[in-house]
């Protein structure tokens, strides 16, 4: 219905100051139940396996382990609960544009105080 | 306005009025690009939320490093079952609410309610579970600023009889629960004014909304409500997991 009424659109009322019509969006995608259930799913299991393997003692590892398993969970939320897997090139960008910049900030302000007392620990 | 009028004007200038949905506004192409503006427009304003919750994550990793043992005690009194119930709560209700832009998408308005119903039950069963752990570090007396008394983790605890402190370090516990409570209470803040959203927006597909093929209230909606189980996401293994065998 869309697609018609964008067609339609098209068709008998081009934009003067558009130029000549470009896809303005992205093909709607409706994602299944069953990816939904799938992913909710996993992110079960990945709540499980990261309170199980908090118990067992890993020394340094406990927290690279909690913390790559947030991260794959995070993924699975920002890419099939959020869209962002089936989403425009422009809301992609600007998703990745946001961790990115997110990432500079962290790691410069880390970076900052790891080498504060570089060499007197 | 009358109709009939701005139908004939539509005609003559070529202007399509009528054939469009009433909520497309104006100076939007089509429903789609609509959408696409006010997805764009949500992602924007999750990513300042990034950037507010990321200083909290990084001013705790930062805090841990310098005052590590008493990080590790603070977290030791946590309840871990807490935690990973509520963690299970909100991803749970990740699905539904995913299940709930389906239910838009696909324009069935009564699966529509049910999911945002259980979404809505959800999320205030996440709330009464840290409200239960919020009045639990009431009693044990770990509340900074209000009835913090750093005497009560000098001496560690039934679980972990190892965590003795010295005063010292026992009064920097008050750094680790003040982040906990910053960070947990701006997380429930967001779920608070995530079930009040939510029920409005109950209201509006009760009298009929959003099943029309306006999906975006709901979308973005829903993108706001993965944002937050994102953020738990990140403060379950941070606050309740990490420093369990340190």
């Known amino acids: 219905m869309e697609q018609q009424q964008e067609h339609h659109h098209h068709l008998h009322v081009p934009h003067p100051d558009m130029g000549p019509s470009e896809p303005t969006h992205h093909e709607e995608h409706i994602v299944t139940p069953k990816v939904y259930l799938i992913v909710g799913a996993s992110l079960l299991v990945f709540t499980a396996t990261t309170t199980a393997v908090s118990y067992v003692d890993l020394g340094e590892f406990n927290a690279v382990v909690a913390l790559a398993i947030a991260c794959i969970k995070m993924s699975l939320v920002v890419l099939f609960f959020m869209h962002v897997k089936y989403s425009s090139k422009l809301t992609r960008l600007t998703v990745a544009c946001g961790f990115f910049t997110f990432l500079v900030l962290i790691t410069m302000t880390m970076t900052d105080y790891i080498s504060r007392a570089w060499g007197r620990w | ?246």
């Open chain 2, 1 to 246: 306005m009358d109709s009939q009028s701005v139908a004939a004007q539509t005609v003559e200038t070529g202007h399509i009025e009528h054939e469009h949905p009433p909520f497309l506004r104006h100076h939007f192409e089509n429903v789609a690009q609509q959408r696409e503006a006010a997805t764009f427009g949500m992602w924007l304003f999750l990513l300042t939320e990034i950037m507010f919750f990321g200083g909290l994550f990084c001013a705790y990793l930062i805090f841990r490093n310098w005052y590590y043992p008493a990080f590790v005690a603070g977290s030791h009194s946590l309840h871990i079952w807490a935690g990973t119930l509520n963690t299970t709560l909100l991803i749970i209700s990740s699905f539904t609410m995913a299940m709930a832009v389906h239910a838009a998408e696909t324009r069935v308005r009564r699966s529509l309610m049910g999911w945002m119903i259980v979404t809505i039950i959800l999320g205030c069963g996440f709330l009464c579970v840290k409200a239960y752990e919020w009045h639990d570090e009431w009693v044990e007396h770990h509340v900074p600023g209000l009835n913090f008394n750093p005497a009560t983790l000098e001496h560690g605890t039934k679980a972990y009889p190892d965590d003795t402190l010295a005063p010292d370090m026992a009064q920097k516990t008050s750094v680790y629960f003040s982040l906990y409570f910053a960070m947990t209470g701006m997380h429930a803040l967001h779920m608070i004014i995530g079930v009040s959203l939510l029920t409005i927006l109950l209201i509006g597909a009760y009298k009929g909304k959003y099943v029309d093929g306006h999906v975006a209230p709901i979308e973005n909606f829903g993108l706001y409500w993965h944002f937050v189980d994102i953020v738990w996401i990140f403060l379950f293994p941070l606050l309740y997991l990490i420093s369990r065998h340190q």
